[in-house]
């Protein structure tokens, strides 16, 4: 049925604003929600609708723009950010063979020369661009918003294979014509890695990584070199770009690289027509499951750099080159029994047991069913065949049955609970989610207990209890809520098994640590629905105090960027329901940060009152420290350069755009002992 014109322009309003959703939880916070199918069916839609009104499109429409991994908010942005010399595109994608044809067709109508194309494995983990000058590395950037990206150099430094200084070339004893460039490619990671990252952060209560990919854009992101070192990370790459190369082909210009000691994919096949380049995707859609490392489809490029020059670019993406992708792998199993599990939230998921089947390399026993909703569309019985996929997610879910094997009598219909399956208290179900919860939050022992261990978490408060022992406490009517870890005992302690001074010592330790912890870790503690870390440190940002926090409209709560009607809904509520007022009420009483350290604890003066500071590089304390600082004497930091700001403040390697930046509006540079001059002198 065709759309009235209005009906397609609300669709596209619909569809733009679900892409940049699903954009931001796979670019920015590593956790999609849908499959990279499920995201390329609404980007294929919004493109057809498009198509058919091309006045409404916009510059700012996802189709136009690729996708970003900055943070959103400048003050929470922990990278220096960096402009690319050429801008980081996107590729087009197709899921069909015969689409392929029409590319094929597409570029020999805007040539006349002849030319192979360059096919090569897709890697999936996330693109990293690299300069080198004179043979040496200087900066690795993130794909960012394609126009500018993060600043991850040192990150980088640490993955195996990426060279800091090049080979010179014997040919031309140097690096002639090579003096300075870049090159493109993938940081991933492979199987190996992410299964011994997810196995430890099991182990430690973490959150477990949903793919490779994420865990690799996570990773690269982190603070810390040391710790990059430590996921495994690896590096290949798939473009040369600069000024006059020496080269007439793709193929060429990554022969080189590898000769100068670049890590280049031993993957790569020129192919003649476009029927070596389908026997080239056959194949990989084959053995792409016997790979170490996660791909999900095939590049198809010109190889020859004159026929690409002609064939050009869109906004958004190049014309000689696009992306045949692989579906995901699914399988046929049986379905054995329905688990229905409560979560923190109270939240009833129903888990399928399957009979054991393999999948993209792993056995599944369980699959996700979401909700009693979609088991209702499913009409999914017991003992029936179905069918398993992995999507963006950890659990695989089931995405369809197979009705022509059912057998009618052995198939049973599921009994969804209408009660708890661990307290007993009647679900209520939230039309909005179309989930089913357990209203019980305060006593429900599964939510108690999971959301103990969501306080003790180190993302939260850090205290050093596990599982186990937070299951002990509960079980000897020690802990029923957060602010119960702040009366505990050594006495009470010792009364457990297995517990001695050394681990009882330990465990007051942290907890009398966690008293120092900030408030936007004791806030994602809190458990909020919908508030996790990121949203957690936004709100501190914006409201800096649980005061404020807790008196804000929910008006108020919409106005902070990236606060949505869920989110602002969900927070309003928490602070209204008198047992989780009380038991924040008790926490405060016990002691914990309740406002942004800076602001309340640490403020020192007024000196810096009225002034804008930005900071790049490295300092002898942390950034955050400085940040700090900055506050406690009643400045403001922000995270880029304008006409307001007051002072960059720079320490060891700077990023060289911020201080252009600076220079070009005039702004005064400060060292680091510049800056403690300037609050020690007025003090
Ligand atoms: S070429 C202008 N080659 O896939 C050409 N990209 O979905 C740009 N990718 O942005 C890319 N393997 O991050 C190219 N062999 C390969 C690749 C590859 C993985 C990534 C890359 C790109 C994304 C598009």
């Known amino acids: 049925m065709a759309m009235t014109k209005n009906a397609a322009q609300k ?11 699903h954009n931001r939880n796979y670019y920015v916070l590593n956790m999609p929600e849908i499959s990279d199918f499920e995201y390329d069916l609404l980007m294929m839609e919004l493109q057809g609708l498009e198509k058919k009104y091309p006045e409404w499109i916009t510059p700012d429409s996802p189709t136009q723009t690729v996708g970003s991994d900055l943070v959103d908010e400048p003050a929470l942005r922990e990278f220096e950010q960096a402009r690319h010399r050429y801008p980081m595109l996107s590729l087009g994608n197709t899921y069909d063979p015969n689409e392929l044809a029409a590319f094929d ?26 300069t080198y000058e004179q043979g040496r590395l200087v900066r690795a950037l993130t794909r960012g918003d394609g126009s500018v990206g993060d600043v991850v150099t040192r990150n980088v430094e640490t993955i195996p294979g990426i060279p800091t200084l090049l080979q010179p070339l014997a040919s031309t004893s140097g690096f002639s014509g090579l003096e300075n460039f870049e090159i493109r490619g993938e940081i991933y990671m492979p199987f190996s890695s992410f299964d011994a990252l997810n196995h430890e952060r099991e182990l430690q209560g973490d959150a477990l990584f949903a793919n490779p990919r994420n865990a690799a854009s996570g990773s690269l ?36 690289a590898k000769a100068l000691g670049l890590p280049v994919s031993e993957y790569a096949q020129t192919c003649e027509n476009l029927d070596e380049v389908l026997a080239f995707i056959r194949h990989w859609d084959v053995h792409r499951h016997e790979l170490p490392f996660p791909i999900d489809g095939i590049v198809i490029k010109v190889n020859q750099l004159e026929v690409q020059a002609q064939v050009g670019y869109t906004a958004k993406a190049p ?27 109270g939240a009833v998921t129903p888990v399928a047991n399957l009979e054991p089947v393999l999948l993209s390399g792993t056995i599944v026993k369980r699959a996700s069913l979401h909700n009693y909703e979609q088991m209702k569309q499913l009409d999914i019985r017991i003992n029936d065949w179905v069918y398993v996929e992995k999507g963006g997610e950890i659990i695989p879910k089931i995405t369809r049955i197979d009705l022509a094997d059912r057998d009618l009598f052995q198939s049973l219909p599921p009994d969804f609970p209408t009660h708890c399956p661990d307290c007993g208290t009647l679900l209520v179900k939230d039309e909005a989610e179309a989930r ?9 022992p599964t939510q108690i207990k999971a959301w103990l261990l969501h306080f003790v978490s180190r993302k939260a408060l850090d205290i050093n209890a596990g599982e186990a022992t937070i299951e002990q406490l509960y079980n000897r009517d020690f802990l029923r809520e957060p602010a119960d870890f702040y009366n505990l005992t050594q006495a009470q302690l010792l009364t457990l098994d297995g517990w001695k001074e050394r681990s009882a010592e330990r465990l007051l330790q942290s907890i009398q640590a966690s008293r120092q912890v900030p408030f936007d870790r004791v806030l994602y503690g809190l458990g909020i629905r919908h508030v996790g870390e990121t949203t957690a440190k936004t709100l501190v940002a914006h409201f800096q105090t649980l005061d404020a926090l807790q008196a804000a409209s929910r008006e108020a709560l919409l106005e902070v960027n990236d606060i949505g009607d869920v989110v602002a809904d969900s927070i309003y ?13 008790h926490l405060r009483q016990a002691g914990l940060q309740f406002a942004a350290q800076a602001s309340s604890e640490t403020k020192v003066s007024d000196q810096l009152a009225g002034l804008n500071f930005v900071i790049s590089g490295t300092f002898s304390c942390s950034r955050e420290a400085l940040k700090n600082t900055i506050l406690a004497h009643g400045g403001k930091n922000t995270g880029s350069i304008s006409k307001k700001t007051s002072y960059l403040v720079a320490g060891a390697n700077p990023g060289p755009e911020k201080i252009n930046k600076a220079e070009s509006l005039g702004i005064p540079i400060l060292s680091e002992s510049d800056f403690n001059q300037l609050i020690n002198n007025e003090k």
């Open 11 to 21: 669709r596209i309003e619909e569809l733009r604003s679900e892409i940049l959703r």
């Open 105 to 130: 067709e597409r570029i020999r109508k805007s040539t006349d020369r002849p030319f192979t194309y360059s096919c090569e494995l897709k890697f999936d983990g996330t693109a990293i661009c690299l």
């Open 221 to 256: 992101k982190l603070q810390d070199p040391k710790e990059v070192r430590k996921r495994g990370l690896r590096c290949v790459l798939y473009q040369v770009l600069g000024e006059d190369l020496p080269f007439q082909s793709h193929s060429e210009a990554l022969a080189t």
């Open 319 to 345: 014309r000689w080159a696009t992306a045949f992708k692989f579906k995901a792998e699914e399988a046929k199993t049986r379905l054995l029994s329905i688990d229905y599990q409560v979560g923190r939230t």
């Open 436 to 444: 089913h919860y357990c209203p019980n939050q305060t006593g429900c």
């Open 573 to 585: 509520n928490y602070f209204r329901n008198d047992r989780t007022a009380n038991l924040v009420e």
